[in-house]
C-alpha cells in the first residue's frame, strides 16, 4: 500500500532539497481534480476543480510551508514568521509545531476568518493584530526578519512558490498534459507565479521567477503550458488597476491585499502565457461559492471562488474558447469561514418532537 509522502519526496528531483536534508511535511498535496460537469455545461467547456482545501490545513498553503520550513530546519534557526490574511498563519503554525519552531503571525486586526484564527492559535503561534491591512503587516514582517534571527515564510522566501508549484505538476500528471486554460484567484500574487512556473517546467521552459536553473537541465513532461487567468476582488484589484491600493476591501478576507509582492512575476505569468487578470464583485464571489457548493459538491471559502467566479463571468462574455480543457484552482476549505458562508441563509432549522410523524411532516414526505 502506498501513502502520499508529500510533495518534497513525491517530486524532489524538480525541488531544491537533496536526498539528506530534513523534510518537515503533514504530507501535504496530491490533492483532488475534481470534474465538475455542471459547471462544464455552463461554460461549454470541460472543467475541473484542484481542491487545495483538501490539504492537512485546509489550503494550498501547506504546498509552501514544507517547502520554506523544511529550509528553515536545514539552516537552524528556532523562529519563523508570517504576515497572513488568516491561510498562512494557519499553515505556519501547523508546519512549526511539525519542526519543533516557534511561530509569530502578523495579523490584520478583525479581518481574519474565524476558523484561520482556531488554527493559528490551537497550534500555538503568537498572534500580533495589527491595525493596518495585510500590506502593513508585510512590510512589519519583512522589518522585523531583517532585524531579529527570525525567517520570513511569506511567498517572498523563494522555497514556498518551489512548493507551490507542484500543484502544477500534479495537474498535467492527473490531465496527461496541461489543461489550456488555468485559473486562480489572486492576492498577493504568489500563487499564480508558482503555478506559472511549475507549468513552464514541466514543459521544458524556465521563467523569470524560477529559482535557479536546475529545470533547464530536465525533460519536459508536457509541451504546452496554459492561458494563465487571474481574478482578484473588486476592490482589491491593484493588478486590474495599474496601481496599489491603500485600502483594499472585500468579503474575501483571504485576497484583501492592495500591493502585492509578486506583483511583477504576475504579469509575467500573465503576459508568457496571454493570459488574462481580471476582478470579480463579491456578488460574483459569494454566487460562485454557491454554485460549487451546491453543483459540484466542493465547498470552498469565499477567496477560492474568485477563479470560479472569473470563469463565469468570461464566459458570460463569450470568453471562454469552447470545449476547452480548464482548471480551477479553489485554494481553501469552506469550513475556514462558515459566517460568511451562512449570512443570509435560513439556519434554524424549526425543532420537532422526537417521532418520525414529526418529521415527516417538516420534510413535506
Ligand atoms: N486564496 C486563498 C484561500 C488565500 O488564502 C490566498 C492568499 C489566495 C487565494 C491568494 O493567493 O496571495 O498567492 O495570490 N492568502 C495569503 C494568506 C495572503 O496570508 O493566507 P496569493
Redesign the pocket.
Known amino acids: 500500500a502506498h501513502q502520499w509522502q508529500g510533495i518534497i519526496r513525491e517530486y524532489r528531483d524538480r525541488l531544491p532539497f537533496g536526498d539528506t536534508d530534513p523534510v518537515v511535511t503533514l504530507y501535504e498535496g496530491g490533492t483532488p481534480l475534481v470534474p465538475a460537469p455542471r459547471l462544464s455545461e455552463r461554460v461549454g467547456a470541460e472543467v475541473h476543480v484542484k481542491v487545495e482545501g483538501m490539504n492537512p490545513t485546509g ?1 494550498f ?1 501547506d504546498r509552501g510551508m514544507t517547502s520554506a520550513v523544511s529550509k528553515v530546519k536545514a539552516d537552524g534557526t528556532e523562529v519563523i514568521a508570517c504576515a ?6 494557519a499553515s505556519a503554525a501547523a508546519y512549526a509545531v511539525a519542526a519543533g519552531l516557534q511561530c509569530a503571525v502578523i495579523l490584520p486586526a478583525g479581518k481574519i476568518a474565524a476558523g484561520k484564527l482556531a488554527q493559528a492559535i490551537v497550534h500555538g503561534a503568537r498572534l500580533v493584530a495589527v491595525d493596518g491591512n ?1 500590506d502593513d503587516c508585510l512590510r512589519i514582517t519583512r522589518e522585523l526578519t531583517e532585524a531579529y534571527p527570525v525567517d520570513l515564510v511569506n ?1 517572498v522566501n523563494p522555497y514556498r512558490l518551489q512548493g507551490q508549484k507542484t500543484a502544477a505538476f500534479e495537474i498535467v500528471d492527473a490531465l496527461g498534459r496541461a489543461p489550456d486554460i488555468h485559473i486562480l ?8 507565479t508558482a503555478y506559472w512556473m511549475g507549468y513552464s517546467e514541466y514543459a521544458g521552459r524556465t521563467t523569470l521567477a524560477s529559482f535557479d536553473d536546475s529545470a533547464l537541465h530536465m525533460e519536459p513532461v508536457s509541451e504546452s503550458v496554459p492561458q494563465m487567468w487571474g481574478f482578484q476582488a473588486w476592490n482589491s484589484a491593484p493588478l486590474v488597476l495599474g496601481h496599489p491600493i491603500e485600502s483594499p476591501e472585500t468579503i474575501a478576507t ?2 484583501r ?1 492592495g500591493n ?1 509582492a509578486s506583483w511583477k512575476y504576475a504579469e509575467e505569468a500573465r503576459d508568457s502565457s496571454a493570459g488574462l487578470i481580471d476582478r470579480v464583485t463579491d456578488e460574483e464571489i459569494l454566487e460562485a461559492q454557491a454554485i460549487l457548493a451546491a453543483e459540484v459538491g466542493v465547498f470552498v ?1 469565499p ?2 471562488a474568485a477563479s470560479v467566479a472569473g470563469l463565469l463571468k468570461t464566459a458570460a462574455a463569450g470568453g471562454v474558447p469552447e470545449g476547452a480543457t480548464i482548471v480551477c484552482t479553489v ?2 476549505n469552506g469550513l475556514k469561514d462558515t459566517a460568511t458562508a451562512l449570512a443570509g441563509r435560513d439556519v434554524d432549522p424549526d425543532v420537532i418532537a422526537p417521532s418520525l410523524e414529526a418529521a415527516v411532516r417538516v420534510l413535506g414526505l
Open positions: 489550503s498553503k497572513s490574511t488568516g491561510n498562512t498563519s495585510f511567498s484567484p489572486v492576492g498577493n500574487a504568489g500563487n499564480i483571504a485576497i491585499i502585492p471559502e477567496a477560492s485554494t481553501g
